[in-house]
């Protein structure tokens, strides 16, 4: 399944973290509570909270998620990505997330960011479900940094998150500059540098299941419905022997 929704986010940070991984094992144990503090921002804040500490109104568009359906043997499977039915079996579902990203546009052209708060960030991408936010991606232009690679980088962003060394996967891949990602407890982490720009994101992992399971959810009782009401068109137009 795949939720869609527009990639923004940033490059300025100033992050907080509370916590450390738990435990002698190679895992990540870090809780939602323990995730990395963005800026002031944190998973799970709601948006007036967020438009307080950035000092701006946190204006929010609803959007739909995406979900890939078909009917085996009575059954609706979700339908792997890339598969040849994949789009064929698109089913889209309003459930209530929002996004706000900045900066915003006009015309198609970003009108830029001037928020005390953010002063240096490019661009800062938030997903909310119930208002409660789940997803913050945010963006930097690495010329600010001088970073010479996304391995410079995820050290950079080890330290000032607080977050495990030597737990990420894809760290080969680094001077790529792949995706690097990491998964704890209560949420993951992506660190990449692409181009001229470095992204780091945090996601609510248990939010990001509870809004694919009730996508499925809603979309199979939208299509059982639908079913239903075919079958009995077919029985009102089926002419009488």
Known sequence: MKILTPFLVILLLSFAVFGQVKGSDERCYLTVRESPI?????????????GKILETKIRTVIVDTEVH??????????IPYGAVDYDKNTHKIAIGETFFS?????NFKPVGINLPKLEGVESIFLRFYK????????????IDYKWKDAKEFLEFSEEKMGLPKG???GQNSLA???????SCSGFTAHVSIL?????????????????EDESKRLVIQKLKISEIENLEKKQIFKPKR
């Open 69 to 78: 359906l078909k009917k085996v043997n009575d059954e609706y499977v979700e």
């Open 167 to 169: 737990l990420w996967s």
């Open 195 to 211: 181009a001229d720009s470095a992204i780091i994101t945090i996601a609510d992992s248990s939010t990001q299941r509870l809004i």
């Open 131 to 142: 208002d409660s936010l789940f997803y913050i991606s945010i963006k930097y232009e690495t």
């Open 38 to 50: 963005l800026r002031g921002i944190k998973l799970r804040m709601s948006a007036d909270d967020i």
């Open 176 to 182: 790529n500059g792949k995706l690097t990602f990491l």
């Open 102 to 106: 900045l900066p915003e546009t006009v």
